[in-house]
């Protein structure tokens, strides 16, 4: 009999164990769809990303670029509405925004990030080297 009572046990305690993690994994922190892996886009140029948050607790969002965690302002203005709609935009990229960049959510029962690169490019710099190469081109 007592041997039935820990076997008993041992099965309720698993059950709740399985019962624990299944709560875990259904409300953990999840970032859903929204963000591309690599954004490309010209100097001087707005650019507004965003993304669904999901998880129960509602989530702590943080935005991050090359491993250091962004503050919003003027220039980069960082948004979590809702406790589900996180939103990320820079007014007037220029070459300094250029980095890899990380969206991470977090509750009690985990964290999720998503990484994407931001590359910022200006044409107008490029038009100069066309140019030197025809005067040079033309001198020859």
Same mark, same amino acid.
């Given at each position: ?7 008993? *046990?041992?099965?309720?305690?698993? @059950?709740?164990?399985? %019962?624990? $993690?299944?709560? !875990? ?14 954004v ?8 507004n ?5 999901w998880g ?17 302002? *003027?220039?980069?203005i960082?948004? @979590?509405?809702?406790? %589900?709609? $996180?939103?990320? !935009?820079?007014?007037?990229?220029s070459q300094?925004?250029?980095g ?16 994407f ?9 490029e038009?100069?080297?066309?140019e ?6 033309k001198?020859k």
């Amino acid at each position: 009999m007592i041997i039935y009572f820990a076997a008993f *046990d041992e099965a309720v305690a698993e @059950f709740q164990r399985l %019962k624990q $993690a299944a709560i !875990a994994e259904k409300n953990r922190a999840r970032v859903v769809g929204g963000l591309p892996d690599v954004v490309t886009i010209q100097e001087g140029k707005a650019l507004n990303l965003t993304c669904n948050i999901w998880g129960d607790p509602v989530p702590e969002v943080t935005w991050m670029k090359n491993e250091r965690e962004l503050t919003g302002d *003027d220039h980069c203005i960082l948004k @979590f509405e809702s406790g %589900k709609y $996180a939103s990320f !935009a820079i007014t007037t990229v220029s070459q300094a925004d250029s980095g890899k960049y990380c969206i991470r959510a977090k509750n009690k029962y985990g964290t999720e990030t998503n990484d994407f690169t931001v590359s910022v490019f200006n044409p107008e710099g490029e038009e100069p080297a066309e140019e030197e190469a025809q005067t040079d081109a033309k001198k020859k």
